[in-house]
């Protein structure tokens, strides 16, 4: 039983994707001093902009204390903010600044470049399914 679970699980070999494509992101965004988890995350405030930190886990699936994390560096760095016009009180909406689009643009061909080694690497079909399970699971906001 344990070795048709190192064998064929489902779980070990998403991580292991996860893992292999994460660093392949990384490498190519190094020289940038941003990392994939920062980097997903600016785009998917640009998404889902403006928005709250609720909102933004959902979209990413993301647990508060990750989110925090992240969002914690990307609130320092002056990439993105917390606006008070529309605020209810108990929340702030988070946009891009200025400087977070340049980030975006900037890594623009770093995320290019990712991109082709990564389809390179699992071959177009797996990647196209890729692509189309995680549109399938993200949660878009209404």
Request: net charge neutral.
């Amino acid at each position: 039983m344990i070795a048709e679970i190192g064998n064929s699980c489902l779980l070990m070999r998403t991580r292991l994707i996860s893992k292999v494509i994460t660093d392949i992101y990384d490498e190519q965004l190094r020289s940038l001093e941003i990392s994939s988890a920062q980097f997903a995350l600016l785009v998917a405030i640009y998404q889902v902009q403006p928005a709250t930190r609720a909102d933004i886990g959902r979209h990413q699936h993301l647990d508060r204390s990750t989110l925090t994390r992240h969002l914690k560096v990307i609130l320092s760095e002056g990439w993105a903010e917390e606006i008070r016009e529309g605020a209810d009180g108990r929340s702030r909406p988070i946009v891009l600044t200025m400087a977070g689009m340049d980030v975006l643009h900037t890594a623009e061909p770093a995320w290019r470049a990712a991109q082709v080694q990564v389809k390179d690497l699992l071959g177009k079909a797996a990647f196209i399914a890729v692509t189309d399970l995680a549109s399938r699971i993200m949660d878009p906001i209404a």
